[in-house]
């Protein structure tokens, strides 16, 4: 158990939909960060928050947001879902060091299932 | 932005032996870099970890070394137990946030 939780467990939907993915990082952790992993693409970053701000950006889509709230829990937000946001999506955290040198701890994942 | 290639895709060992996985990375400002460790439907797990400041770290049966020249690591294991049987991820940071770049991942089979 690395102490990061993600909720739901798994996810199934229409395309069209709108879907929230949460994330709580490890006591103490002020960074997270969110991962898809589909077959095809392997583990891609999307996007990373530090202490509520945004700080880093990967190959998100327009359609995908995210927040850090000030009890520093994430969450991560899906709209107008197509067949190929079908995919696991984890949230990791880290303390924030300074250097990004950070050990990244993942949550167990959210399973989203777009039929 | 970072790329990382990851070598081989597949490897299939006898218990008892060592398994040797290699990475190349693009970016030379990059100066952390993690392998992972996931087992069919779960989350990826930290196994060892190499700043850019060291050449080869070691823990337990598990080693990593970086050349920092070349833009490459490789994760070495020893003595392979049926139990590392998993798919293995190098990592390599992005130096503005901390963002990792992931290997294609390399399906570890150790046959008893």
């Known amino acids: 158990d690395s102490g990061v939780t993600q909720t739901p467990k798994h996810l199934i939907t229409a395309t069209g939909q709108r879907v929230t993915l949460r994330c709580s990082p490890r006591s103490g952790d002020l960074s997270v960060y969110w991962y898809q992993q589909s077959l095809d693409q392997g583990l891609q970053f999307l996007i990373q928050?530090?202490?509520?701000?945004?700080?880093a950006k990967g190959n998100i889509l327009e359609r995908f947001s995210a927040q850090q709230f000030p009890d520093l829990h994430s969450e991560l937000n899906l709209s107008s879902l197509e067949l190929g946001d079908s995919a696991l999506y984890f949230c990791?955290?880290?303390?924030?060091?300074?250097?990004?040198?950070?050990?990244?701890?993942f949550g167990p994942g959210t399973r989203l299932t777009v039929l | 932005g970072e790329n990382v290639e990851q070598h081989p895709s597949t490897l299939s060992v006898q218990e008892g032996d060592s398994a040797v996985i290699k990475c190349t990375y693009s970016d030379s400002a990059s100066n952390y870099f993690p392998w992972y460790k996931q087992e069919l439907g779960k989350r990826p797990q930290l196994i060892i970890d190499i700043r850019s400041n060291v050449g080869e770290k070691k823990d337990q049966r598990i080693a990593v070394t970086l050349n920092k020249t070349a833009k490459h690591f490789s994760l070495h294991i020893t003595e392979t137990q049926p139990e590392d049987s998993a798919v293995y991820f190098c990592a390599a940071n992005n130096n503005a946030g901390n963002m990792l770049t992931f290997g294609g991942g390399t399906r570890l089979m150790v046959k008893p």
């Open positions: 990791a955290s880290s303390v924030g060091l300074a250097d990004n040198t950070d050990t990244q701890y």
């Open positions: 928050y530090y202490n509520g701000e945004e700080r």
